[in-house]
């Protein structure tokens, strides 16, 4: 007889938690950067109305196929399909993409930690705009440092997972997101108040529909609808754990809300904080992890008490990046733990080494083996295992849940609603059952397909 599933101590436990997974590193570094590149507030509106018709059915989707199965995506699909089809095939695909996810992102969670105890300690203090940038190349260079802080996410990440559902994921994640939060609100405050700063305000609030057409209308859709769906992380099972962990009490199209209200709202929120502060500094504001590493230790820099502010960002920006590496661990554990009944404190273990290996690539990759350039061009081993997550194991996953959840041909869409609407709160949308069916198909594949044309034949 199996064991019972270990269940969540409290419902804010589990919106916080999926939100947590959810909310990443990208919601700082990509988000505010493609607002104001497509006119601010306007691509805002254009991004929330994509996330409402794209990321939240299939989020609903994915909590529904973890809560009737019970399993993670290691064994959800063979509890659910019909009798001889193969959607089964796909768990592989879908613990692939946690591993995978986590081999990059240990190494990224260890830059946010160490630039936390840089910024404590004073390091950029008295350094121009190319010294700043040279401390961050200079990380990059030693393979030895690189290494011990992506070692040290992996432990802290880990050793929550190791106390437990309640008493280590559920409490800490708890804290962790409450930190988040008011962290966010004290700089938002700071950032917004600074001389100069209601230029940036302007910029990043007020639609500017014109603005959004200059930069080319598809474009700018194509932006909001690929924010819309990389956001929440959808595709990999990463949600769907948290699904098989709560009771039938509460229909999940509401909690899917709340968890996308999360994302969205740290999303926004950074944009509060960057777009303010480099007005006020006349500082321009990029994208990717220059803009964090560069461009903000460089603003921090100018503002009084800016290692204080600076390492508040940076621990901000820890737990972003911790709650992720958290939710994703306790992921890969669940799938030991569904496969082959290992304890928790094996899983944990066996995982914890291999993660560490599979996580020294990328960590190496920019020092030892960077004349190794996967996807041509300057690109690094992190690139690539970005590359195969967001642009193939994200998008082809979306499709899988989806058409298993609308096709009789996989669990079918009377038994997903029927899951779906269990308990209390908001319905799922069933009159808008052809538009789950024909048409949001196709909007996933698009977005595959756009990747695929964006990285290897636009610029071409």
């Known amino acids: 007889m199996p064991k019972e599933r270990e269940k969540f101590a409290s419902r804010l436990g589990f919106i916080l938690i999926s939100a947590g997974c959810a909310i990443g590193l990208g919601n700082v570094w990509r988000f505010p950067y493609i607002t104001g590149k497509y006119g601010g507030a306007a691509f805002v509106l254009v991004y929330l109305l994509f996330l409402l018709l794209f990321g939240l059915p299939i989020m609903v989707m994915e909590f529904a196929v973890g809560r009737a199965s019970q399993r993670s995506a290691a064994r959800s699909f063979h509890l659910l399909e019909p009798a001889g089809t193969k959607w089964h095939w796909y768990s592989l695909g879908a613990m692939a993409g946690n591993y995978l996810l986590m081999m990059f992102y240990t190494t990224v969670g260890g830059w946010m930690i160490a630039y936390f105890f840089k910024m404590l300690t004073g390091e950029f203090k008295g350094l121009d705009p190319q010294q700043v940038g040279g401390v961050f190349n200079g990380m990059l260079a030693q393979p030895g440092y690189q290494v011990f802080w992506m070692l040290v996410t992996v432990i802290l990440g880990f050793g929550v997972c190791s106390m437990g559902l309640q008493k280590g994921v559920e409490r800490v994640t708890k804290v962790m997101m409450a930190c988040l939060y008011i962290i966010m609100l004290i700089l938002c405050v700071r950032s917004v108040t600074l001389p100069g700063a209601s230029e940036g305000l302007k910029f990043y609030l007020l639609p500017d529909f014109g603005k959004m057409v200059e930069s080319g209308l598809g474009e700018a859709i194509y932006a909001a609808m690929g924010q819309a769906f990389f956001t929440l992380s959808l595709g990999i099972g990463a949600l769907a754990i948290f699904g098989s962990y709560i009771g039938r009490d509460r229909r999940l199209t509401g909690e899917a809300v709340n968890v996308a209200v999360l994302d969205t709202t740290v999303a926004l929120l950074a944009g509060l904080i960057i777009f303010p502060a480099c007005s006020a500094f006349d500082v321009n504001p990029g994208e990717g992890p220059g803009l964090v590493f560069v461009t903000l230790p460089n603003v921090f820099n100018q503002m ?85 997550v967001s642009n193939n194991l994200l998008p082809l996953g979306s499709l899988v849940y989806l058409l298993f959840c609308v096709s009789r041909y996989g669990w079918g869409w009377d038994n997903f609603v029927a899951e779906a609407d269990a308990g209390e709160g908001m319905r799922f949308p069933r009159k808008l059952r052809f538009y789950f069916t024909w048409i949001l198909p196709f909007l996933v594949l698009a977005v595959f397909v756009v990747g695929y044309w964006d990285k290897f034949f636009k610029a071409a």
Do not use: Y
């Open 304 to 388: 009084a008490g800016g290692s204080i502010w600076g390492a508040l960002f940076f621990l901000f920006m820890s737990f972003a990046a911790l709650t992720t590496v958290i939710a994703v661990f306790e992921n890969i554990i669940s799938f030991a733990m569904d496969l082959w009944d290992w304890t928790r404190k094996k899983a944990v273990l066996v995982n914890g080494v291999l993660i560490a290996l599979l996580s020294l690539p990328c960590a190496l990759g920019f020092n030892v083996f960077s004349n190794f350039h996967p996807l041509g061009g300057t690109t690094t081993i992190q690139d690539l295992e970005d590359f195969l």
